[in-house]
T-cell receptor, first 114, second 113 residues
């Protein structure tokens, strides 16, 4: 299995809703990432987990809450989002944090906040 | 601060043409450079990963080169096909900034039948 699987593919949520994005990989990768991508822009890093511990938080608002329950799974919990949070949310993994490894990305979750 | 520039921003070519996409970066202290393709509304698909000690990588019709000293990488696509139409992004992973990657803004390629 050489894939990163993200669910759901599409999500529409109101500003008062709570929802979660899920990311799963079975490649034995020990680093996992959340990125946010707006239209016609490159991905922006949000969070990095290494060995199930949060190692980087790019000053992301607390309405985004990451969780790494085990080495294969990464969640992003969403609460009280704003319309400007609408974007493509991408999960990625790499073999480890030693930075010589490349990324494998999932297909993304298209989030619309109404 | 690392800056990554991709030129051109958009490119339209007829099918069968060979083409070159460019990626330049300002800080040569890098671990690696990775080329991705992205179809509209989809995730990033890794094409080639070049470590800082390497000069080039090849996969099928794709060849990527890296010249760290001049801060440049090129992605060569041979015999382009309409299915190659996508946005191509390069990402540079640097020693500084906790090893995070900096992405270019991408080149949007259209290959016309």
């Amino acid at each position: 299995d050489t894939e990163v699987t993200q669910t759901p593919k599409h999500l529409v949520m109101g500003m008062t809703n709570k929802k979660s994005l899920k990311c799963e990989q079975h490649m034995g990768h020990r680093a996992m990432y959340w990125y946010k991508q707006k239209a016609k822009k490159p991905p922006e890093l949000m969070f990095v987990y290494s060995y199930e511990k949060l190692s980087i938080n790019e000053s992301v608002p607390s309405r985004f809450s990451p969780e790494c329950p085990n080495s294969s799974l990464l969640n992003l919990h969403l609460h009280a989002l704003q319309p400007e949070d609408s974007a493509l949310y991408l999960c990625a993994s790499s073999q480890d944090l030693p930075q010589s490894y490349g990324y494998t990305f999932g297909s993304g979750t298209r989030l619309t906040v109404v | 601060k690392q800056e990554v520039t991709q030129i051109p921003a958009a490119l339209s070519v007829p099918e069968g043409e060979n083409l070159v996409l460019n990626c330049s970066f300002t800080d040569s202290a890098i671990y690696n450079l990775q080329w991705f393709r992205q179809d509209p509304g989809k995730g990033l698909t890794s094409l080639l990963l070049i470590q800082s000690s390497q000069r080039e990588q090849t996969s099928g019709r794709l060849n990527a080169s890296l010249d760290k000293s001049s801060g440049r990488s090129t992605l060569y696509i041979a015999a382009s096909q309409p299915g190659d139409s996508a946005t191509y992004l390069c990402a540079v992973r640097q020693y500084t900034n906790a090893g995070k990657s900096t992405f270019g803004d991408g080149t949007t390629l259209t290959v016309k039948p």
